[in-house]
C-alpha cells in the first residue's frame, strides 16, 4: 500500500501562484516506476486529470492549464510537484495527487485550492 500526501493548497488571488506537493510512502526505487498525476474535482463536477508525468519524464496536460500549470517530479525525495501560475478562478477544485503502476493506483486525500478575489 502506498500512501499520498498533497500539501500547498490554500486560497489565492486571480493571476496568483501555488505549489502542490506529493509525497509518497514508498522507496525511491519503486516511485521511480510510477506514472504520477495531478487531477482536480470541482463541486458537482467529474475528477479531470490536470497533469501527468511518466517514470521517463513525458509530460502531458489538460488544455485548460497548458502554458500556466507545470508538473514535475524529484524521485529522491519520492514527491511530484504542480506549479500553478496564471490562476483563475475556474481552477478552483480539490486537487488529487495519483500514483499508477502496472498492478494498481493510487490516491492521495486531496488539497484545496481556492481562487478567488
Known amino acids: 500500500q502506498v500512501q499520498l500526501v498533497e500539501s500547498g493548497g490554500g486560497l489565492v488571488q486571480p493571476g496568483g501562484s501555488l505549489r502542490l506537493s506529493c509525497v509518497a510512502s514508498?522507496?525511491?526505487?519503486?516511485?521511480?516506476?510510477?506514472?504520477m498525476g495531478w487531477y482536480r474535482q470541482a463541486p458537482g463536477k467529474q475528477r479531470e486529470l490536470v497533469a501527468g508525468?511518466?517514470?521517463?519524464?513525458?509530460?502531458n496536460y489538460a488544455d485548460s492549464v497548458k502554458g500556466r500549470f507545470t508538473i514535475s517530479r524529484d524521485n529522491p525525495t519520492r514527491t511530484v510537484y504542480l506549479q500553478m501560475n496564471s490562476l483563475k478562478p475556474e481552477d478552483t477544485a480539490v486537487y488529487y495527487c495519483?500514483?499508477?503502476?502496472?498492478?494498481?493506483?493510487?490516491w492521495g486525500q486531496g488539497t484545496q485550492v481556492t481562487v478567488s478575489s
Open positions: 495519483n500514483a499508477v503502476n502496472s498492478a494498481n493506483g493510487y
Open positions: 508525468i511518466t517514470s521517463g519524464g513525458s509530460t
Open positions: 514508498t522507496s525511491s526505487i519503486f516511485f521511480r516506476l510510477f506514472t
